[in-house]
């Protein structure tokens, strides 16, 4: 082999290797997404732990049985792994028009696509509040329908009462398939609901793509946000180990969630930032900015 034939030889194995890799940080970023363990997994997908961490790591070479068997217990298309050089590729041009914008500049420039492509937002349905456990969401939303006096539904409360059970159960039971089945139909019952509503909805909505799309097109909603310090202290001062049952509850762990869902929160119509302030004050900042979007048509 010539020196030219060698080259391509490793560039080849380089691209591969990086192929591999991103199928990897693939799997183990759905799984933070959805606060699943690596435990977890290994029992919906029947492949073993040791395998998935060697997948996630790209130490392994994935069969594409074994691929399957992931993205079944994901419940996601077998295509959503496997990456799509092109269309992950941003068109240089746009990104170059972009990063030239201040950061006031780009939330615009999002607000005006996000418009543009996700057609209108419905309001009659009311505010959603989306964002990692602790953020926030029970606390503030609750205090916004006391002094709003609009109904407050907390999205995993009619899932356990749709399943007849607790969301634990549901996903020992039947896996992320049945739980996010479930968590749609919730969905659709508050749609159905006729009503300006407060929703809460469970941390890891944001990872099943249909469901949080009909959220944004049809809700205001609300990021609520705070650091990942602040996500751990509150949480361990409520001493709960939500949202999955087992999940360690690291601070590691708690800033790779909150990465891999950041770029989903952040296209919330609005972020509440709730770090370092106390509840009063944010919830009038979310009364503020709710308000038209919590009033009936009816004057
Ligand atoms: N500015 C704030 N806004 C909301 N909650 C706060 C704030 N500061 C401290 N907290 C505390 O953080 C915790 C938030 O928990 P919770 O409302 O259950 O969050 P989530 O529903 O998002 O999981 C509560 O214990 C609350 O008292
Ligand atoms: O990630 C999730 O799907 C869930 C998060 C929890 O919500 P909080 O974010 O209020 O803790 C709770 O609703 C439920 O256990 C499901
Ligand atoms: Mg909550």
Redesign the pocket.
């Known amino acids: 082999m010539d020196d030219r034939a060698n080259d391509n030889v490793l560039d080849n194995e380089e691209t591969l290797q990086r192929y591999i890799d991103d199928i990897g940080s693939r799997v183990r970023g759905l799984r933070a997404k959805r ?1 699943m363990t690596r435990k977890d997994l290994s029992k919906h997908s029947d492949v073993s732990e040791r395998y998935l961490a060697q997948l996630e790591t790209g130490k392994s070479n994935i069969t594409l049985a074994i691929l399957w068997r992931v993205a079944e217990a994901f419940d996601i298309p077998f295509s959503a792994l496997i990456p799509d050089l092109q269309r992950d590729q941003i068109s240089p041009v746009l990104a170059r028009f972009i990063s030239s914008l201040n950061a006031d500049q780009q939330t615009t420039a999002l607000q005006i696509l996000k418009r543009r492509f996700n057609d209108q937002v419905s309001t009659g349905h009311g505010i959603a509040l989306i964002g ?2 602790g953020a926030g ?2 606390t503030l939303g609750q205090q916004l329908a006391e002094q709003t006096g609009r109904p407050f539904v907390r999205l ?1 409360s009619l899932i356990e009462e749709l399943a007849g059970m607790k ?1 634990g159960a549901i996903l020992d039971l039947g896996g992320q398939k049945k739980f996010r089945r479930i968590e749609s139909q919730a969905l659709q019952q508050v749609l159905d609901m006729g009503e300006p509503v407060i929703l ?1 909805t ?4 944001v990872s099943q793509t249909e469901t949080f799309n009909q959220l944004l097109e049809n809700f205001f909603s609300i990021w609520v946000k705070t650091s990942p310090e602040e996500h751990l202290s509150r949480v361990m001062s409520q001493g709960d180990t ?2 999955m049952a087992g999940f360690d509850e690291a601070i590691e762990d708690l800033r790779l969630i909150l990465e891999e869902r950041e770029i989903d929160y952040s296209q919330a119509d609005y972020v509440l930032n709730t770090s370092r302030r106390d509840i009063g004050d944010c919830t009038q900042e979310l009364k503020r900015v709710v308000q038209p979007y919590l009033e009936t048509g009816d004057h």
């Open positions: 606060g990692l456990r969401k029970t995993s969301i809460e469970g941390g890891s909505l939500r949202p």
